[in-house]
């Protein structure tokens, strides 16, 4: 089937807005990943879910991050009251298993967060 | 000082030389991961190592565990090998997430 998705894939907001980006997995995936990737940067682990329960959330800047994955498939992480330094590509990743280390992950094209 | 260590930074190649990039790491892994980012954001995986070294085409991946160090080669470069490439390791202490390194951007003229 078709690989991970993510909408939107550019998004502009104003200092202060709320925004939410959307990630699908490949169907059937146990594990999602979030990252965040500031510019000139490698990927930063953000939050990982198996299933529809979020098991790691250590890499979360703020509380103003918030992610959710109720039906254990489609994804969504929220930024409330965005800031400047929000400003990155949002990744998601999604494995088959869950959280194994043998399995790889699959990477969605991202979404650019561009805070003005 | 960061635990996933990729060098060089930035690499300029012309058509047809053989390519190394390296990645080093300080702490304990289950699983070290060689990614390529294309313009635009789209990461593909490469390899993933435990140990040894893999061939996939031009392109070899090895691993030396003892030295917590890997290297990526890329044999009889072209212009379509210009890309970011990403090494990343699962360590035993992060527990699922990846550990990325900086990245390493190589550009191939013709």
């Known amino acids: 089937g078709a690989g991970v998705s993510q909408s939107p894939r550019y998004k502009v907001a104003k200092r202060g807005q709320d925004v939410a980006l959307r990630c699908d997995p490949i169907?059937?995936?146990?594990?999602l990943f979030w990252y965040q990737q500031a510019l000139g940067q490698g990927p930063e682990f953000l939050t990982y879910f198996q299933n529809e329960a979020q098991l790691d959330k250590s890499g979360l800047p703020s509380d103003r991050f918030f992610a959710e994955r109720p039906e254990g498939s489609v994804s969504t992480l929220k930024i409330q009251r965005t800031q400047q330094e929000d400003s990155a590509v949002y990744l998601c990743?999604?494995?088959?298993?869950?959280?194994?280390?043998?399995?790889?992950?699959?990477f969605g094209p991202g979404t650019r967060l561009t805070v003005l | 000082k960061n635990e996933v260590e990729q060098s060089p930074q930035n690499l300029t190649a012309q058509e047809g030389e053989f390519i190394t990039i390296n990645c080093s790491y300080s702490v304990g892994i289950s699983a070290l991961h060689w990614l390529q980012q294309h313009p635009g954001g789209g990461i593909v995986s490469l390899f993933m190592?435990?140990?040894g070294k893999k061939k996939h085409g031009r392109l070899i991946a090895t691993i030396n565990i003892q030295e917590k160090h890997s290297s990526l080669h890329i044999t009889a470069s072209h212009p379509r090998d210009s890309a970011v490439y990403i090494c990343?390791?699962?360590?035993?202490?992060?527990?699922?997430?990846?550990?990325f390194g900086k990245g390493t951007t190589l550009s191939v003229s013709s």
């Open positions: 990343a390791v699962r360590s035993h202490q992060a527990g699922t997430a990846l550990i």
């Open positions: 190592l435990s140990s």
């Open positions: 990743a999604s494995s088959l298993g869950g959280g194994r280390s043998t399995d790889t992950q699959y």
């Open positions: 169907s059937g995936h146990v594990s």
